[in-house]
């Protein structure tokens, strides 16, 4: 069964600062894997995916992640955390093959930076 | 607009009552997706419509819950007999197949009194 774990439920960072928020994935083949974050009172919006090409993925808002199969990780990380970074981020994992649809969310990391 | 809608926004109901929560997805999207997020949780699936049929309905909870979405576009989730534990976020989602990326609309919170 496929699953994502991640391991923080609340991260805090300085503006300005580096951002990690980590996610281990479960699954017995390569999945797709993305990382969406959701603001108060938005819609989840799409960071970035893993789609089985370049390990290292680059998304929007200066956010990357990089795919290490050996680690079963795909941490999302950002090198300067900006104000407006404050939100809930959710990686999620898809089971790879023709036909699959369905989206596994692990339980989110709220992200707070501090001014 | 451009995006997934979903109406209404919030919606209080008392204990027992029926509810129906609609979703509007992106024109020309023929998958859609129901998710649900309680409270300090990640959405967990509900139901998968390719098209006018459901394909996959095995997140659903119990048989209070059920969608349609008879014209291939809109989709409704109706709850009948709600709980308290159903108050959730109810997310709609849709994408240009089953197997491409899904957007996500802003959500119903629901709220059982």
Redesign the interface.
């Known amino acids: 069964a496929q699953s994502v774990t991640q391991l923080d439920s609340h991260v805090s960072v300085s503006e300005g600062t580096p951002v990690l928020l980590r996610c281990n994935y479960s699954s017995s083949y390569s999945p797709s894997l993305f990382w969406?974050v959701q603001h108060p009172?938005?819609?989840?919006?799409?960071l970035l995916?893993y789609t089985s090409a370049a390990t290292l993925v680059k998304g929007i808002n200066g956010f990357e992640a990089e795919f290490k199969k050996s680690e079963t990780s795909f941490h999302l990380t950002k090198p300067s955390a900006h104000m407006s970074d404050a939100a809930e981020y959710?990686c999620v994992v898809?089971p790879p093959g023709?036909?699959?649809?369905?989206?596994?969310?692990?339980?989110?990391t709220r992200l707070k930076v501090l001014a | 607009g451009a995006?997934?809608s979903q109406t209404p926004s919030n919606k209080v109901t008392e204990k027992g009552k029926y509810v129906e929560l609609r979703c509007d997805p992106i024109s020309g999207h023929t998958?859609l997706?129901w998710?649900r997020q309680s409270l300090?949780?990640?959405?967990?699936?509900l139901i998968?419509f390719q098209g006018t049929g459901a394909?996959?309905d095995s997140g659903l909870p119990n048989d209070r819950f059920f969608a349609v979405r008879p014209e291939g576009s809109v989709s409704t989730l109706k709850i009948q007999r709600t709980e308290r534990g159903d108050s959730a976020v109810y997310?709609c989602?849709s994408?240009q197949t089953?197997?491409t990326?899904?957007?996500?609309?802003?959500?119903t919170r629901l709220t059982v009194v």
């Not at chain 1, 023709?98 to 989110?108: C, H, R, V």
């Not at chain 2, 300090?40 to 699936?45: A, D, K, S």
């Open positions: 969406y009172n938005k819609g989840l919006q799409l995916k959710f898809r023709s036909g699959t649809y369905k989206y596994i969310f692990g339980t989110g | 995006g997934v998958a997706y998710y300090g949780q990640g959405p967990e699936f998968y394909a996959d997310l989602a994408s089953g197997n990326e899904a957007f996500f609309g802003q959500g």
